[in-house]
């Protein structure tokens, strides 16, 4: 974390960024679109950090260099580990601790009924896979990559998953 403590009048400037989700003092939270953009400008390999930042509308004065460099490390860092998927914020979706409240019985078997709906689901599509898959090695046809995905795609929406 950057030691730049933003004033009110930086937050200010900062919020009125629309490549920026939240400010703090102490933090900037970027919005999925810009890290995207930033990612695909950076790996054409024509800008530094520094000027997708400045192109963005951000002063480099009032929020560092460093966390310029920063931030574009551990996107790049996340972009090569898991790709696009990896530059979402999921501090919404990992709540941390799980909860410590007691659930109530219908909540339980709701929860219950829907996981084995899914895992029902998965064995039948599973199931379906397996019986194409067979009946394509009798008959000895070879099918290209598009085909297999276009195969695992009708059966997948056939079933709704």
């Known amino acids: 974390m950057s030691?730049?403590?933003?004033?009110?009048?930086?937050?200010?400037?900062?919020?009125?960024?629309?490549?920026?989700?939240?400010?703090?003092?102490?933090?900037?939270t970027y919005t999925d679109e810009f890290k995207r953009h930033f990612i695909e400008e950076y790996l054409k390999g024509e800008k530094l950090p520094r000027i997708l930042f400045e192109d963005a509308g951000f002063i480099i004065e009032m929020i560092g260099i460093k966390r310029c460099e920063q931030s574009a490390a551990r996107w790049l860092r996340a972009y090569n580990k898991e790709g696009i998927v990896g530059l979402?914020?999921?501090?919404?979706?990992?709540?941390g601790r799980p909860s410590t409240n007691e659930l109530s019985q219908e909540v339980?078997?709701?929860?219950?009924?829907?996981?084995?709906?899914?895992?029902?689901?998965?064995?039948?599509?599973?199931?379906?896979?397996d019986r194409i898959e067979r009946r394509l090695v009798n008959q000895s046809i070879k099918l290209q990559s598009n085909e297999i995905f276009q195969l695992i795609s009708d059966t997948i929406q056939e079933y709704h998953l």
């Open 3 to 28: 030691k730049i403590i933003f004033t009110e009048k930086d937050i200010k400037v900062l919020n009125a960024n629309p490549n920026v989700l939240r400010v703090s003092k102490k933090s900037i």
């Open 88 to 95: 979402r914020d999921t501090r919404t979706s990992n709540l």
């Open 108 to 129: 339980i078997i709701m929860r219950q009924e829907a996981k084995i709906k899914l895992l029902e689901s998965q064995v039948e599509l599973l199931k379906k896979a």
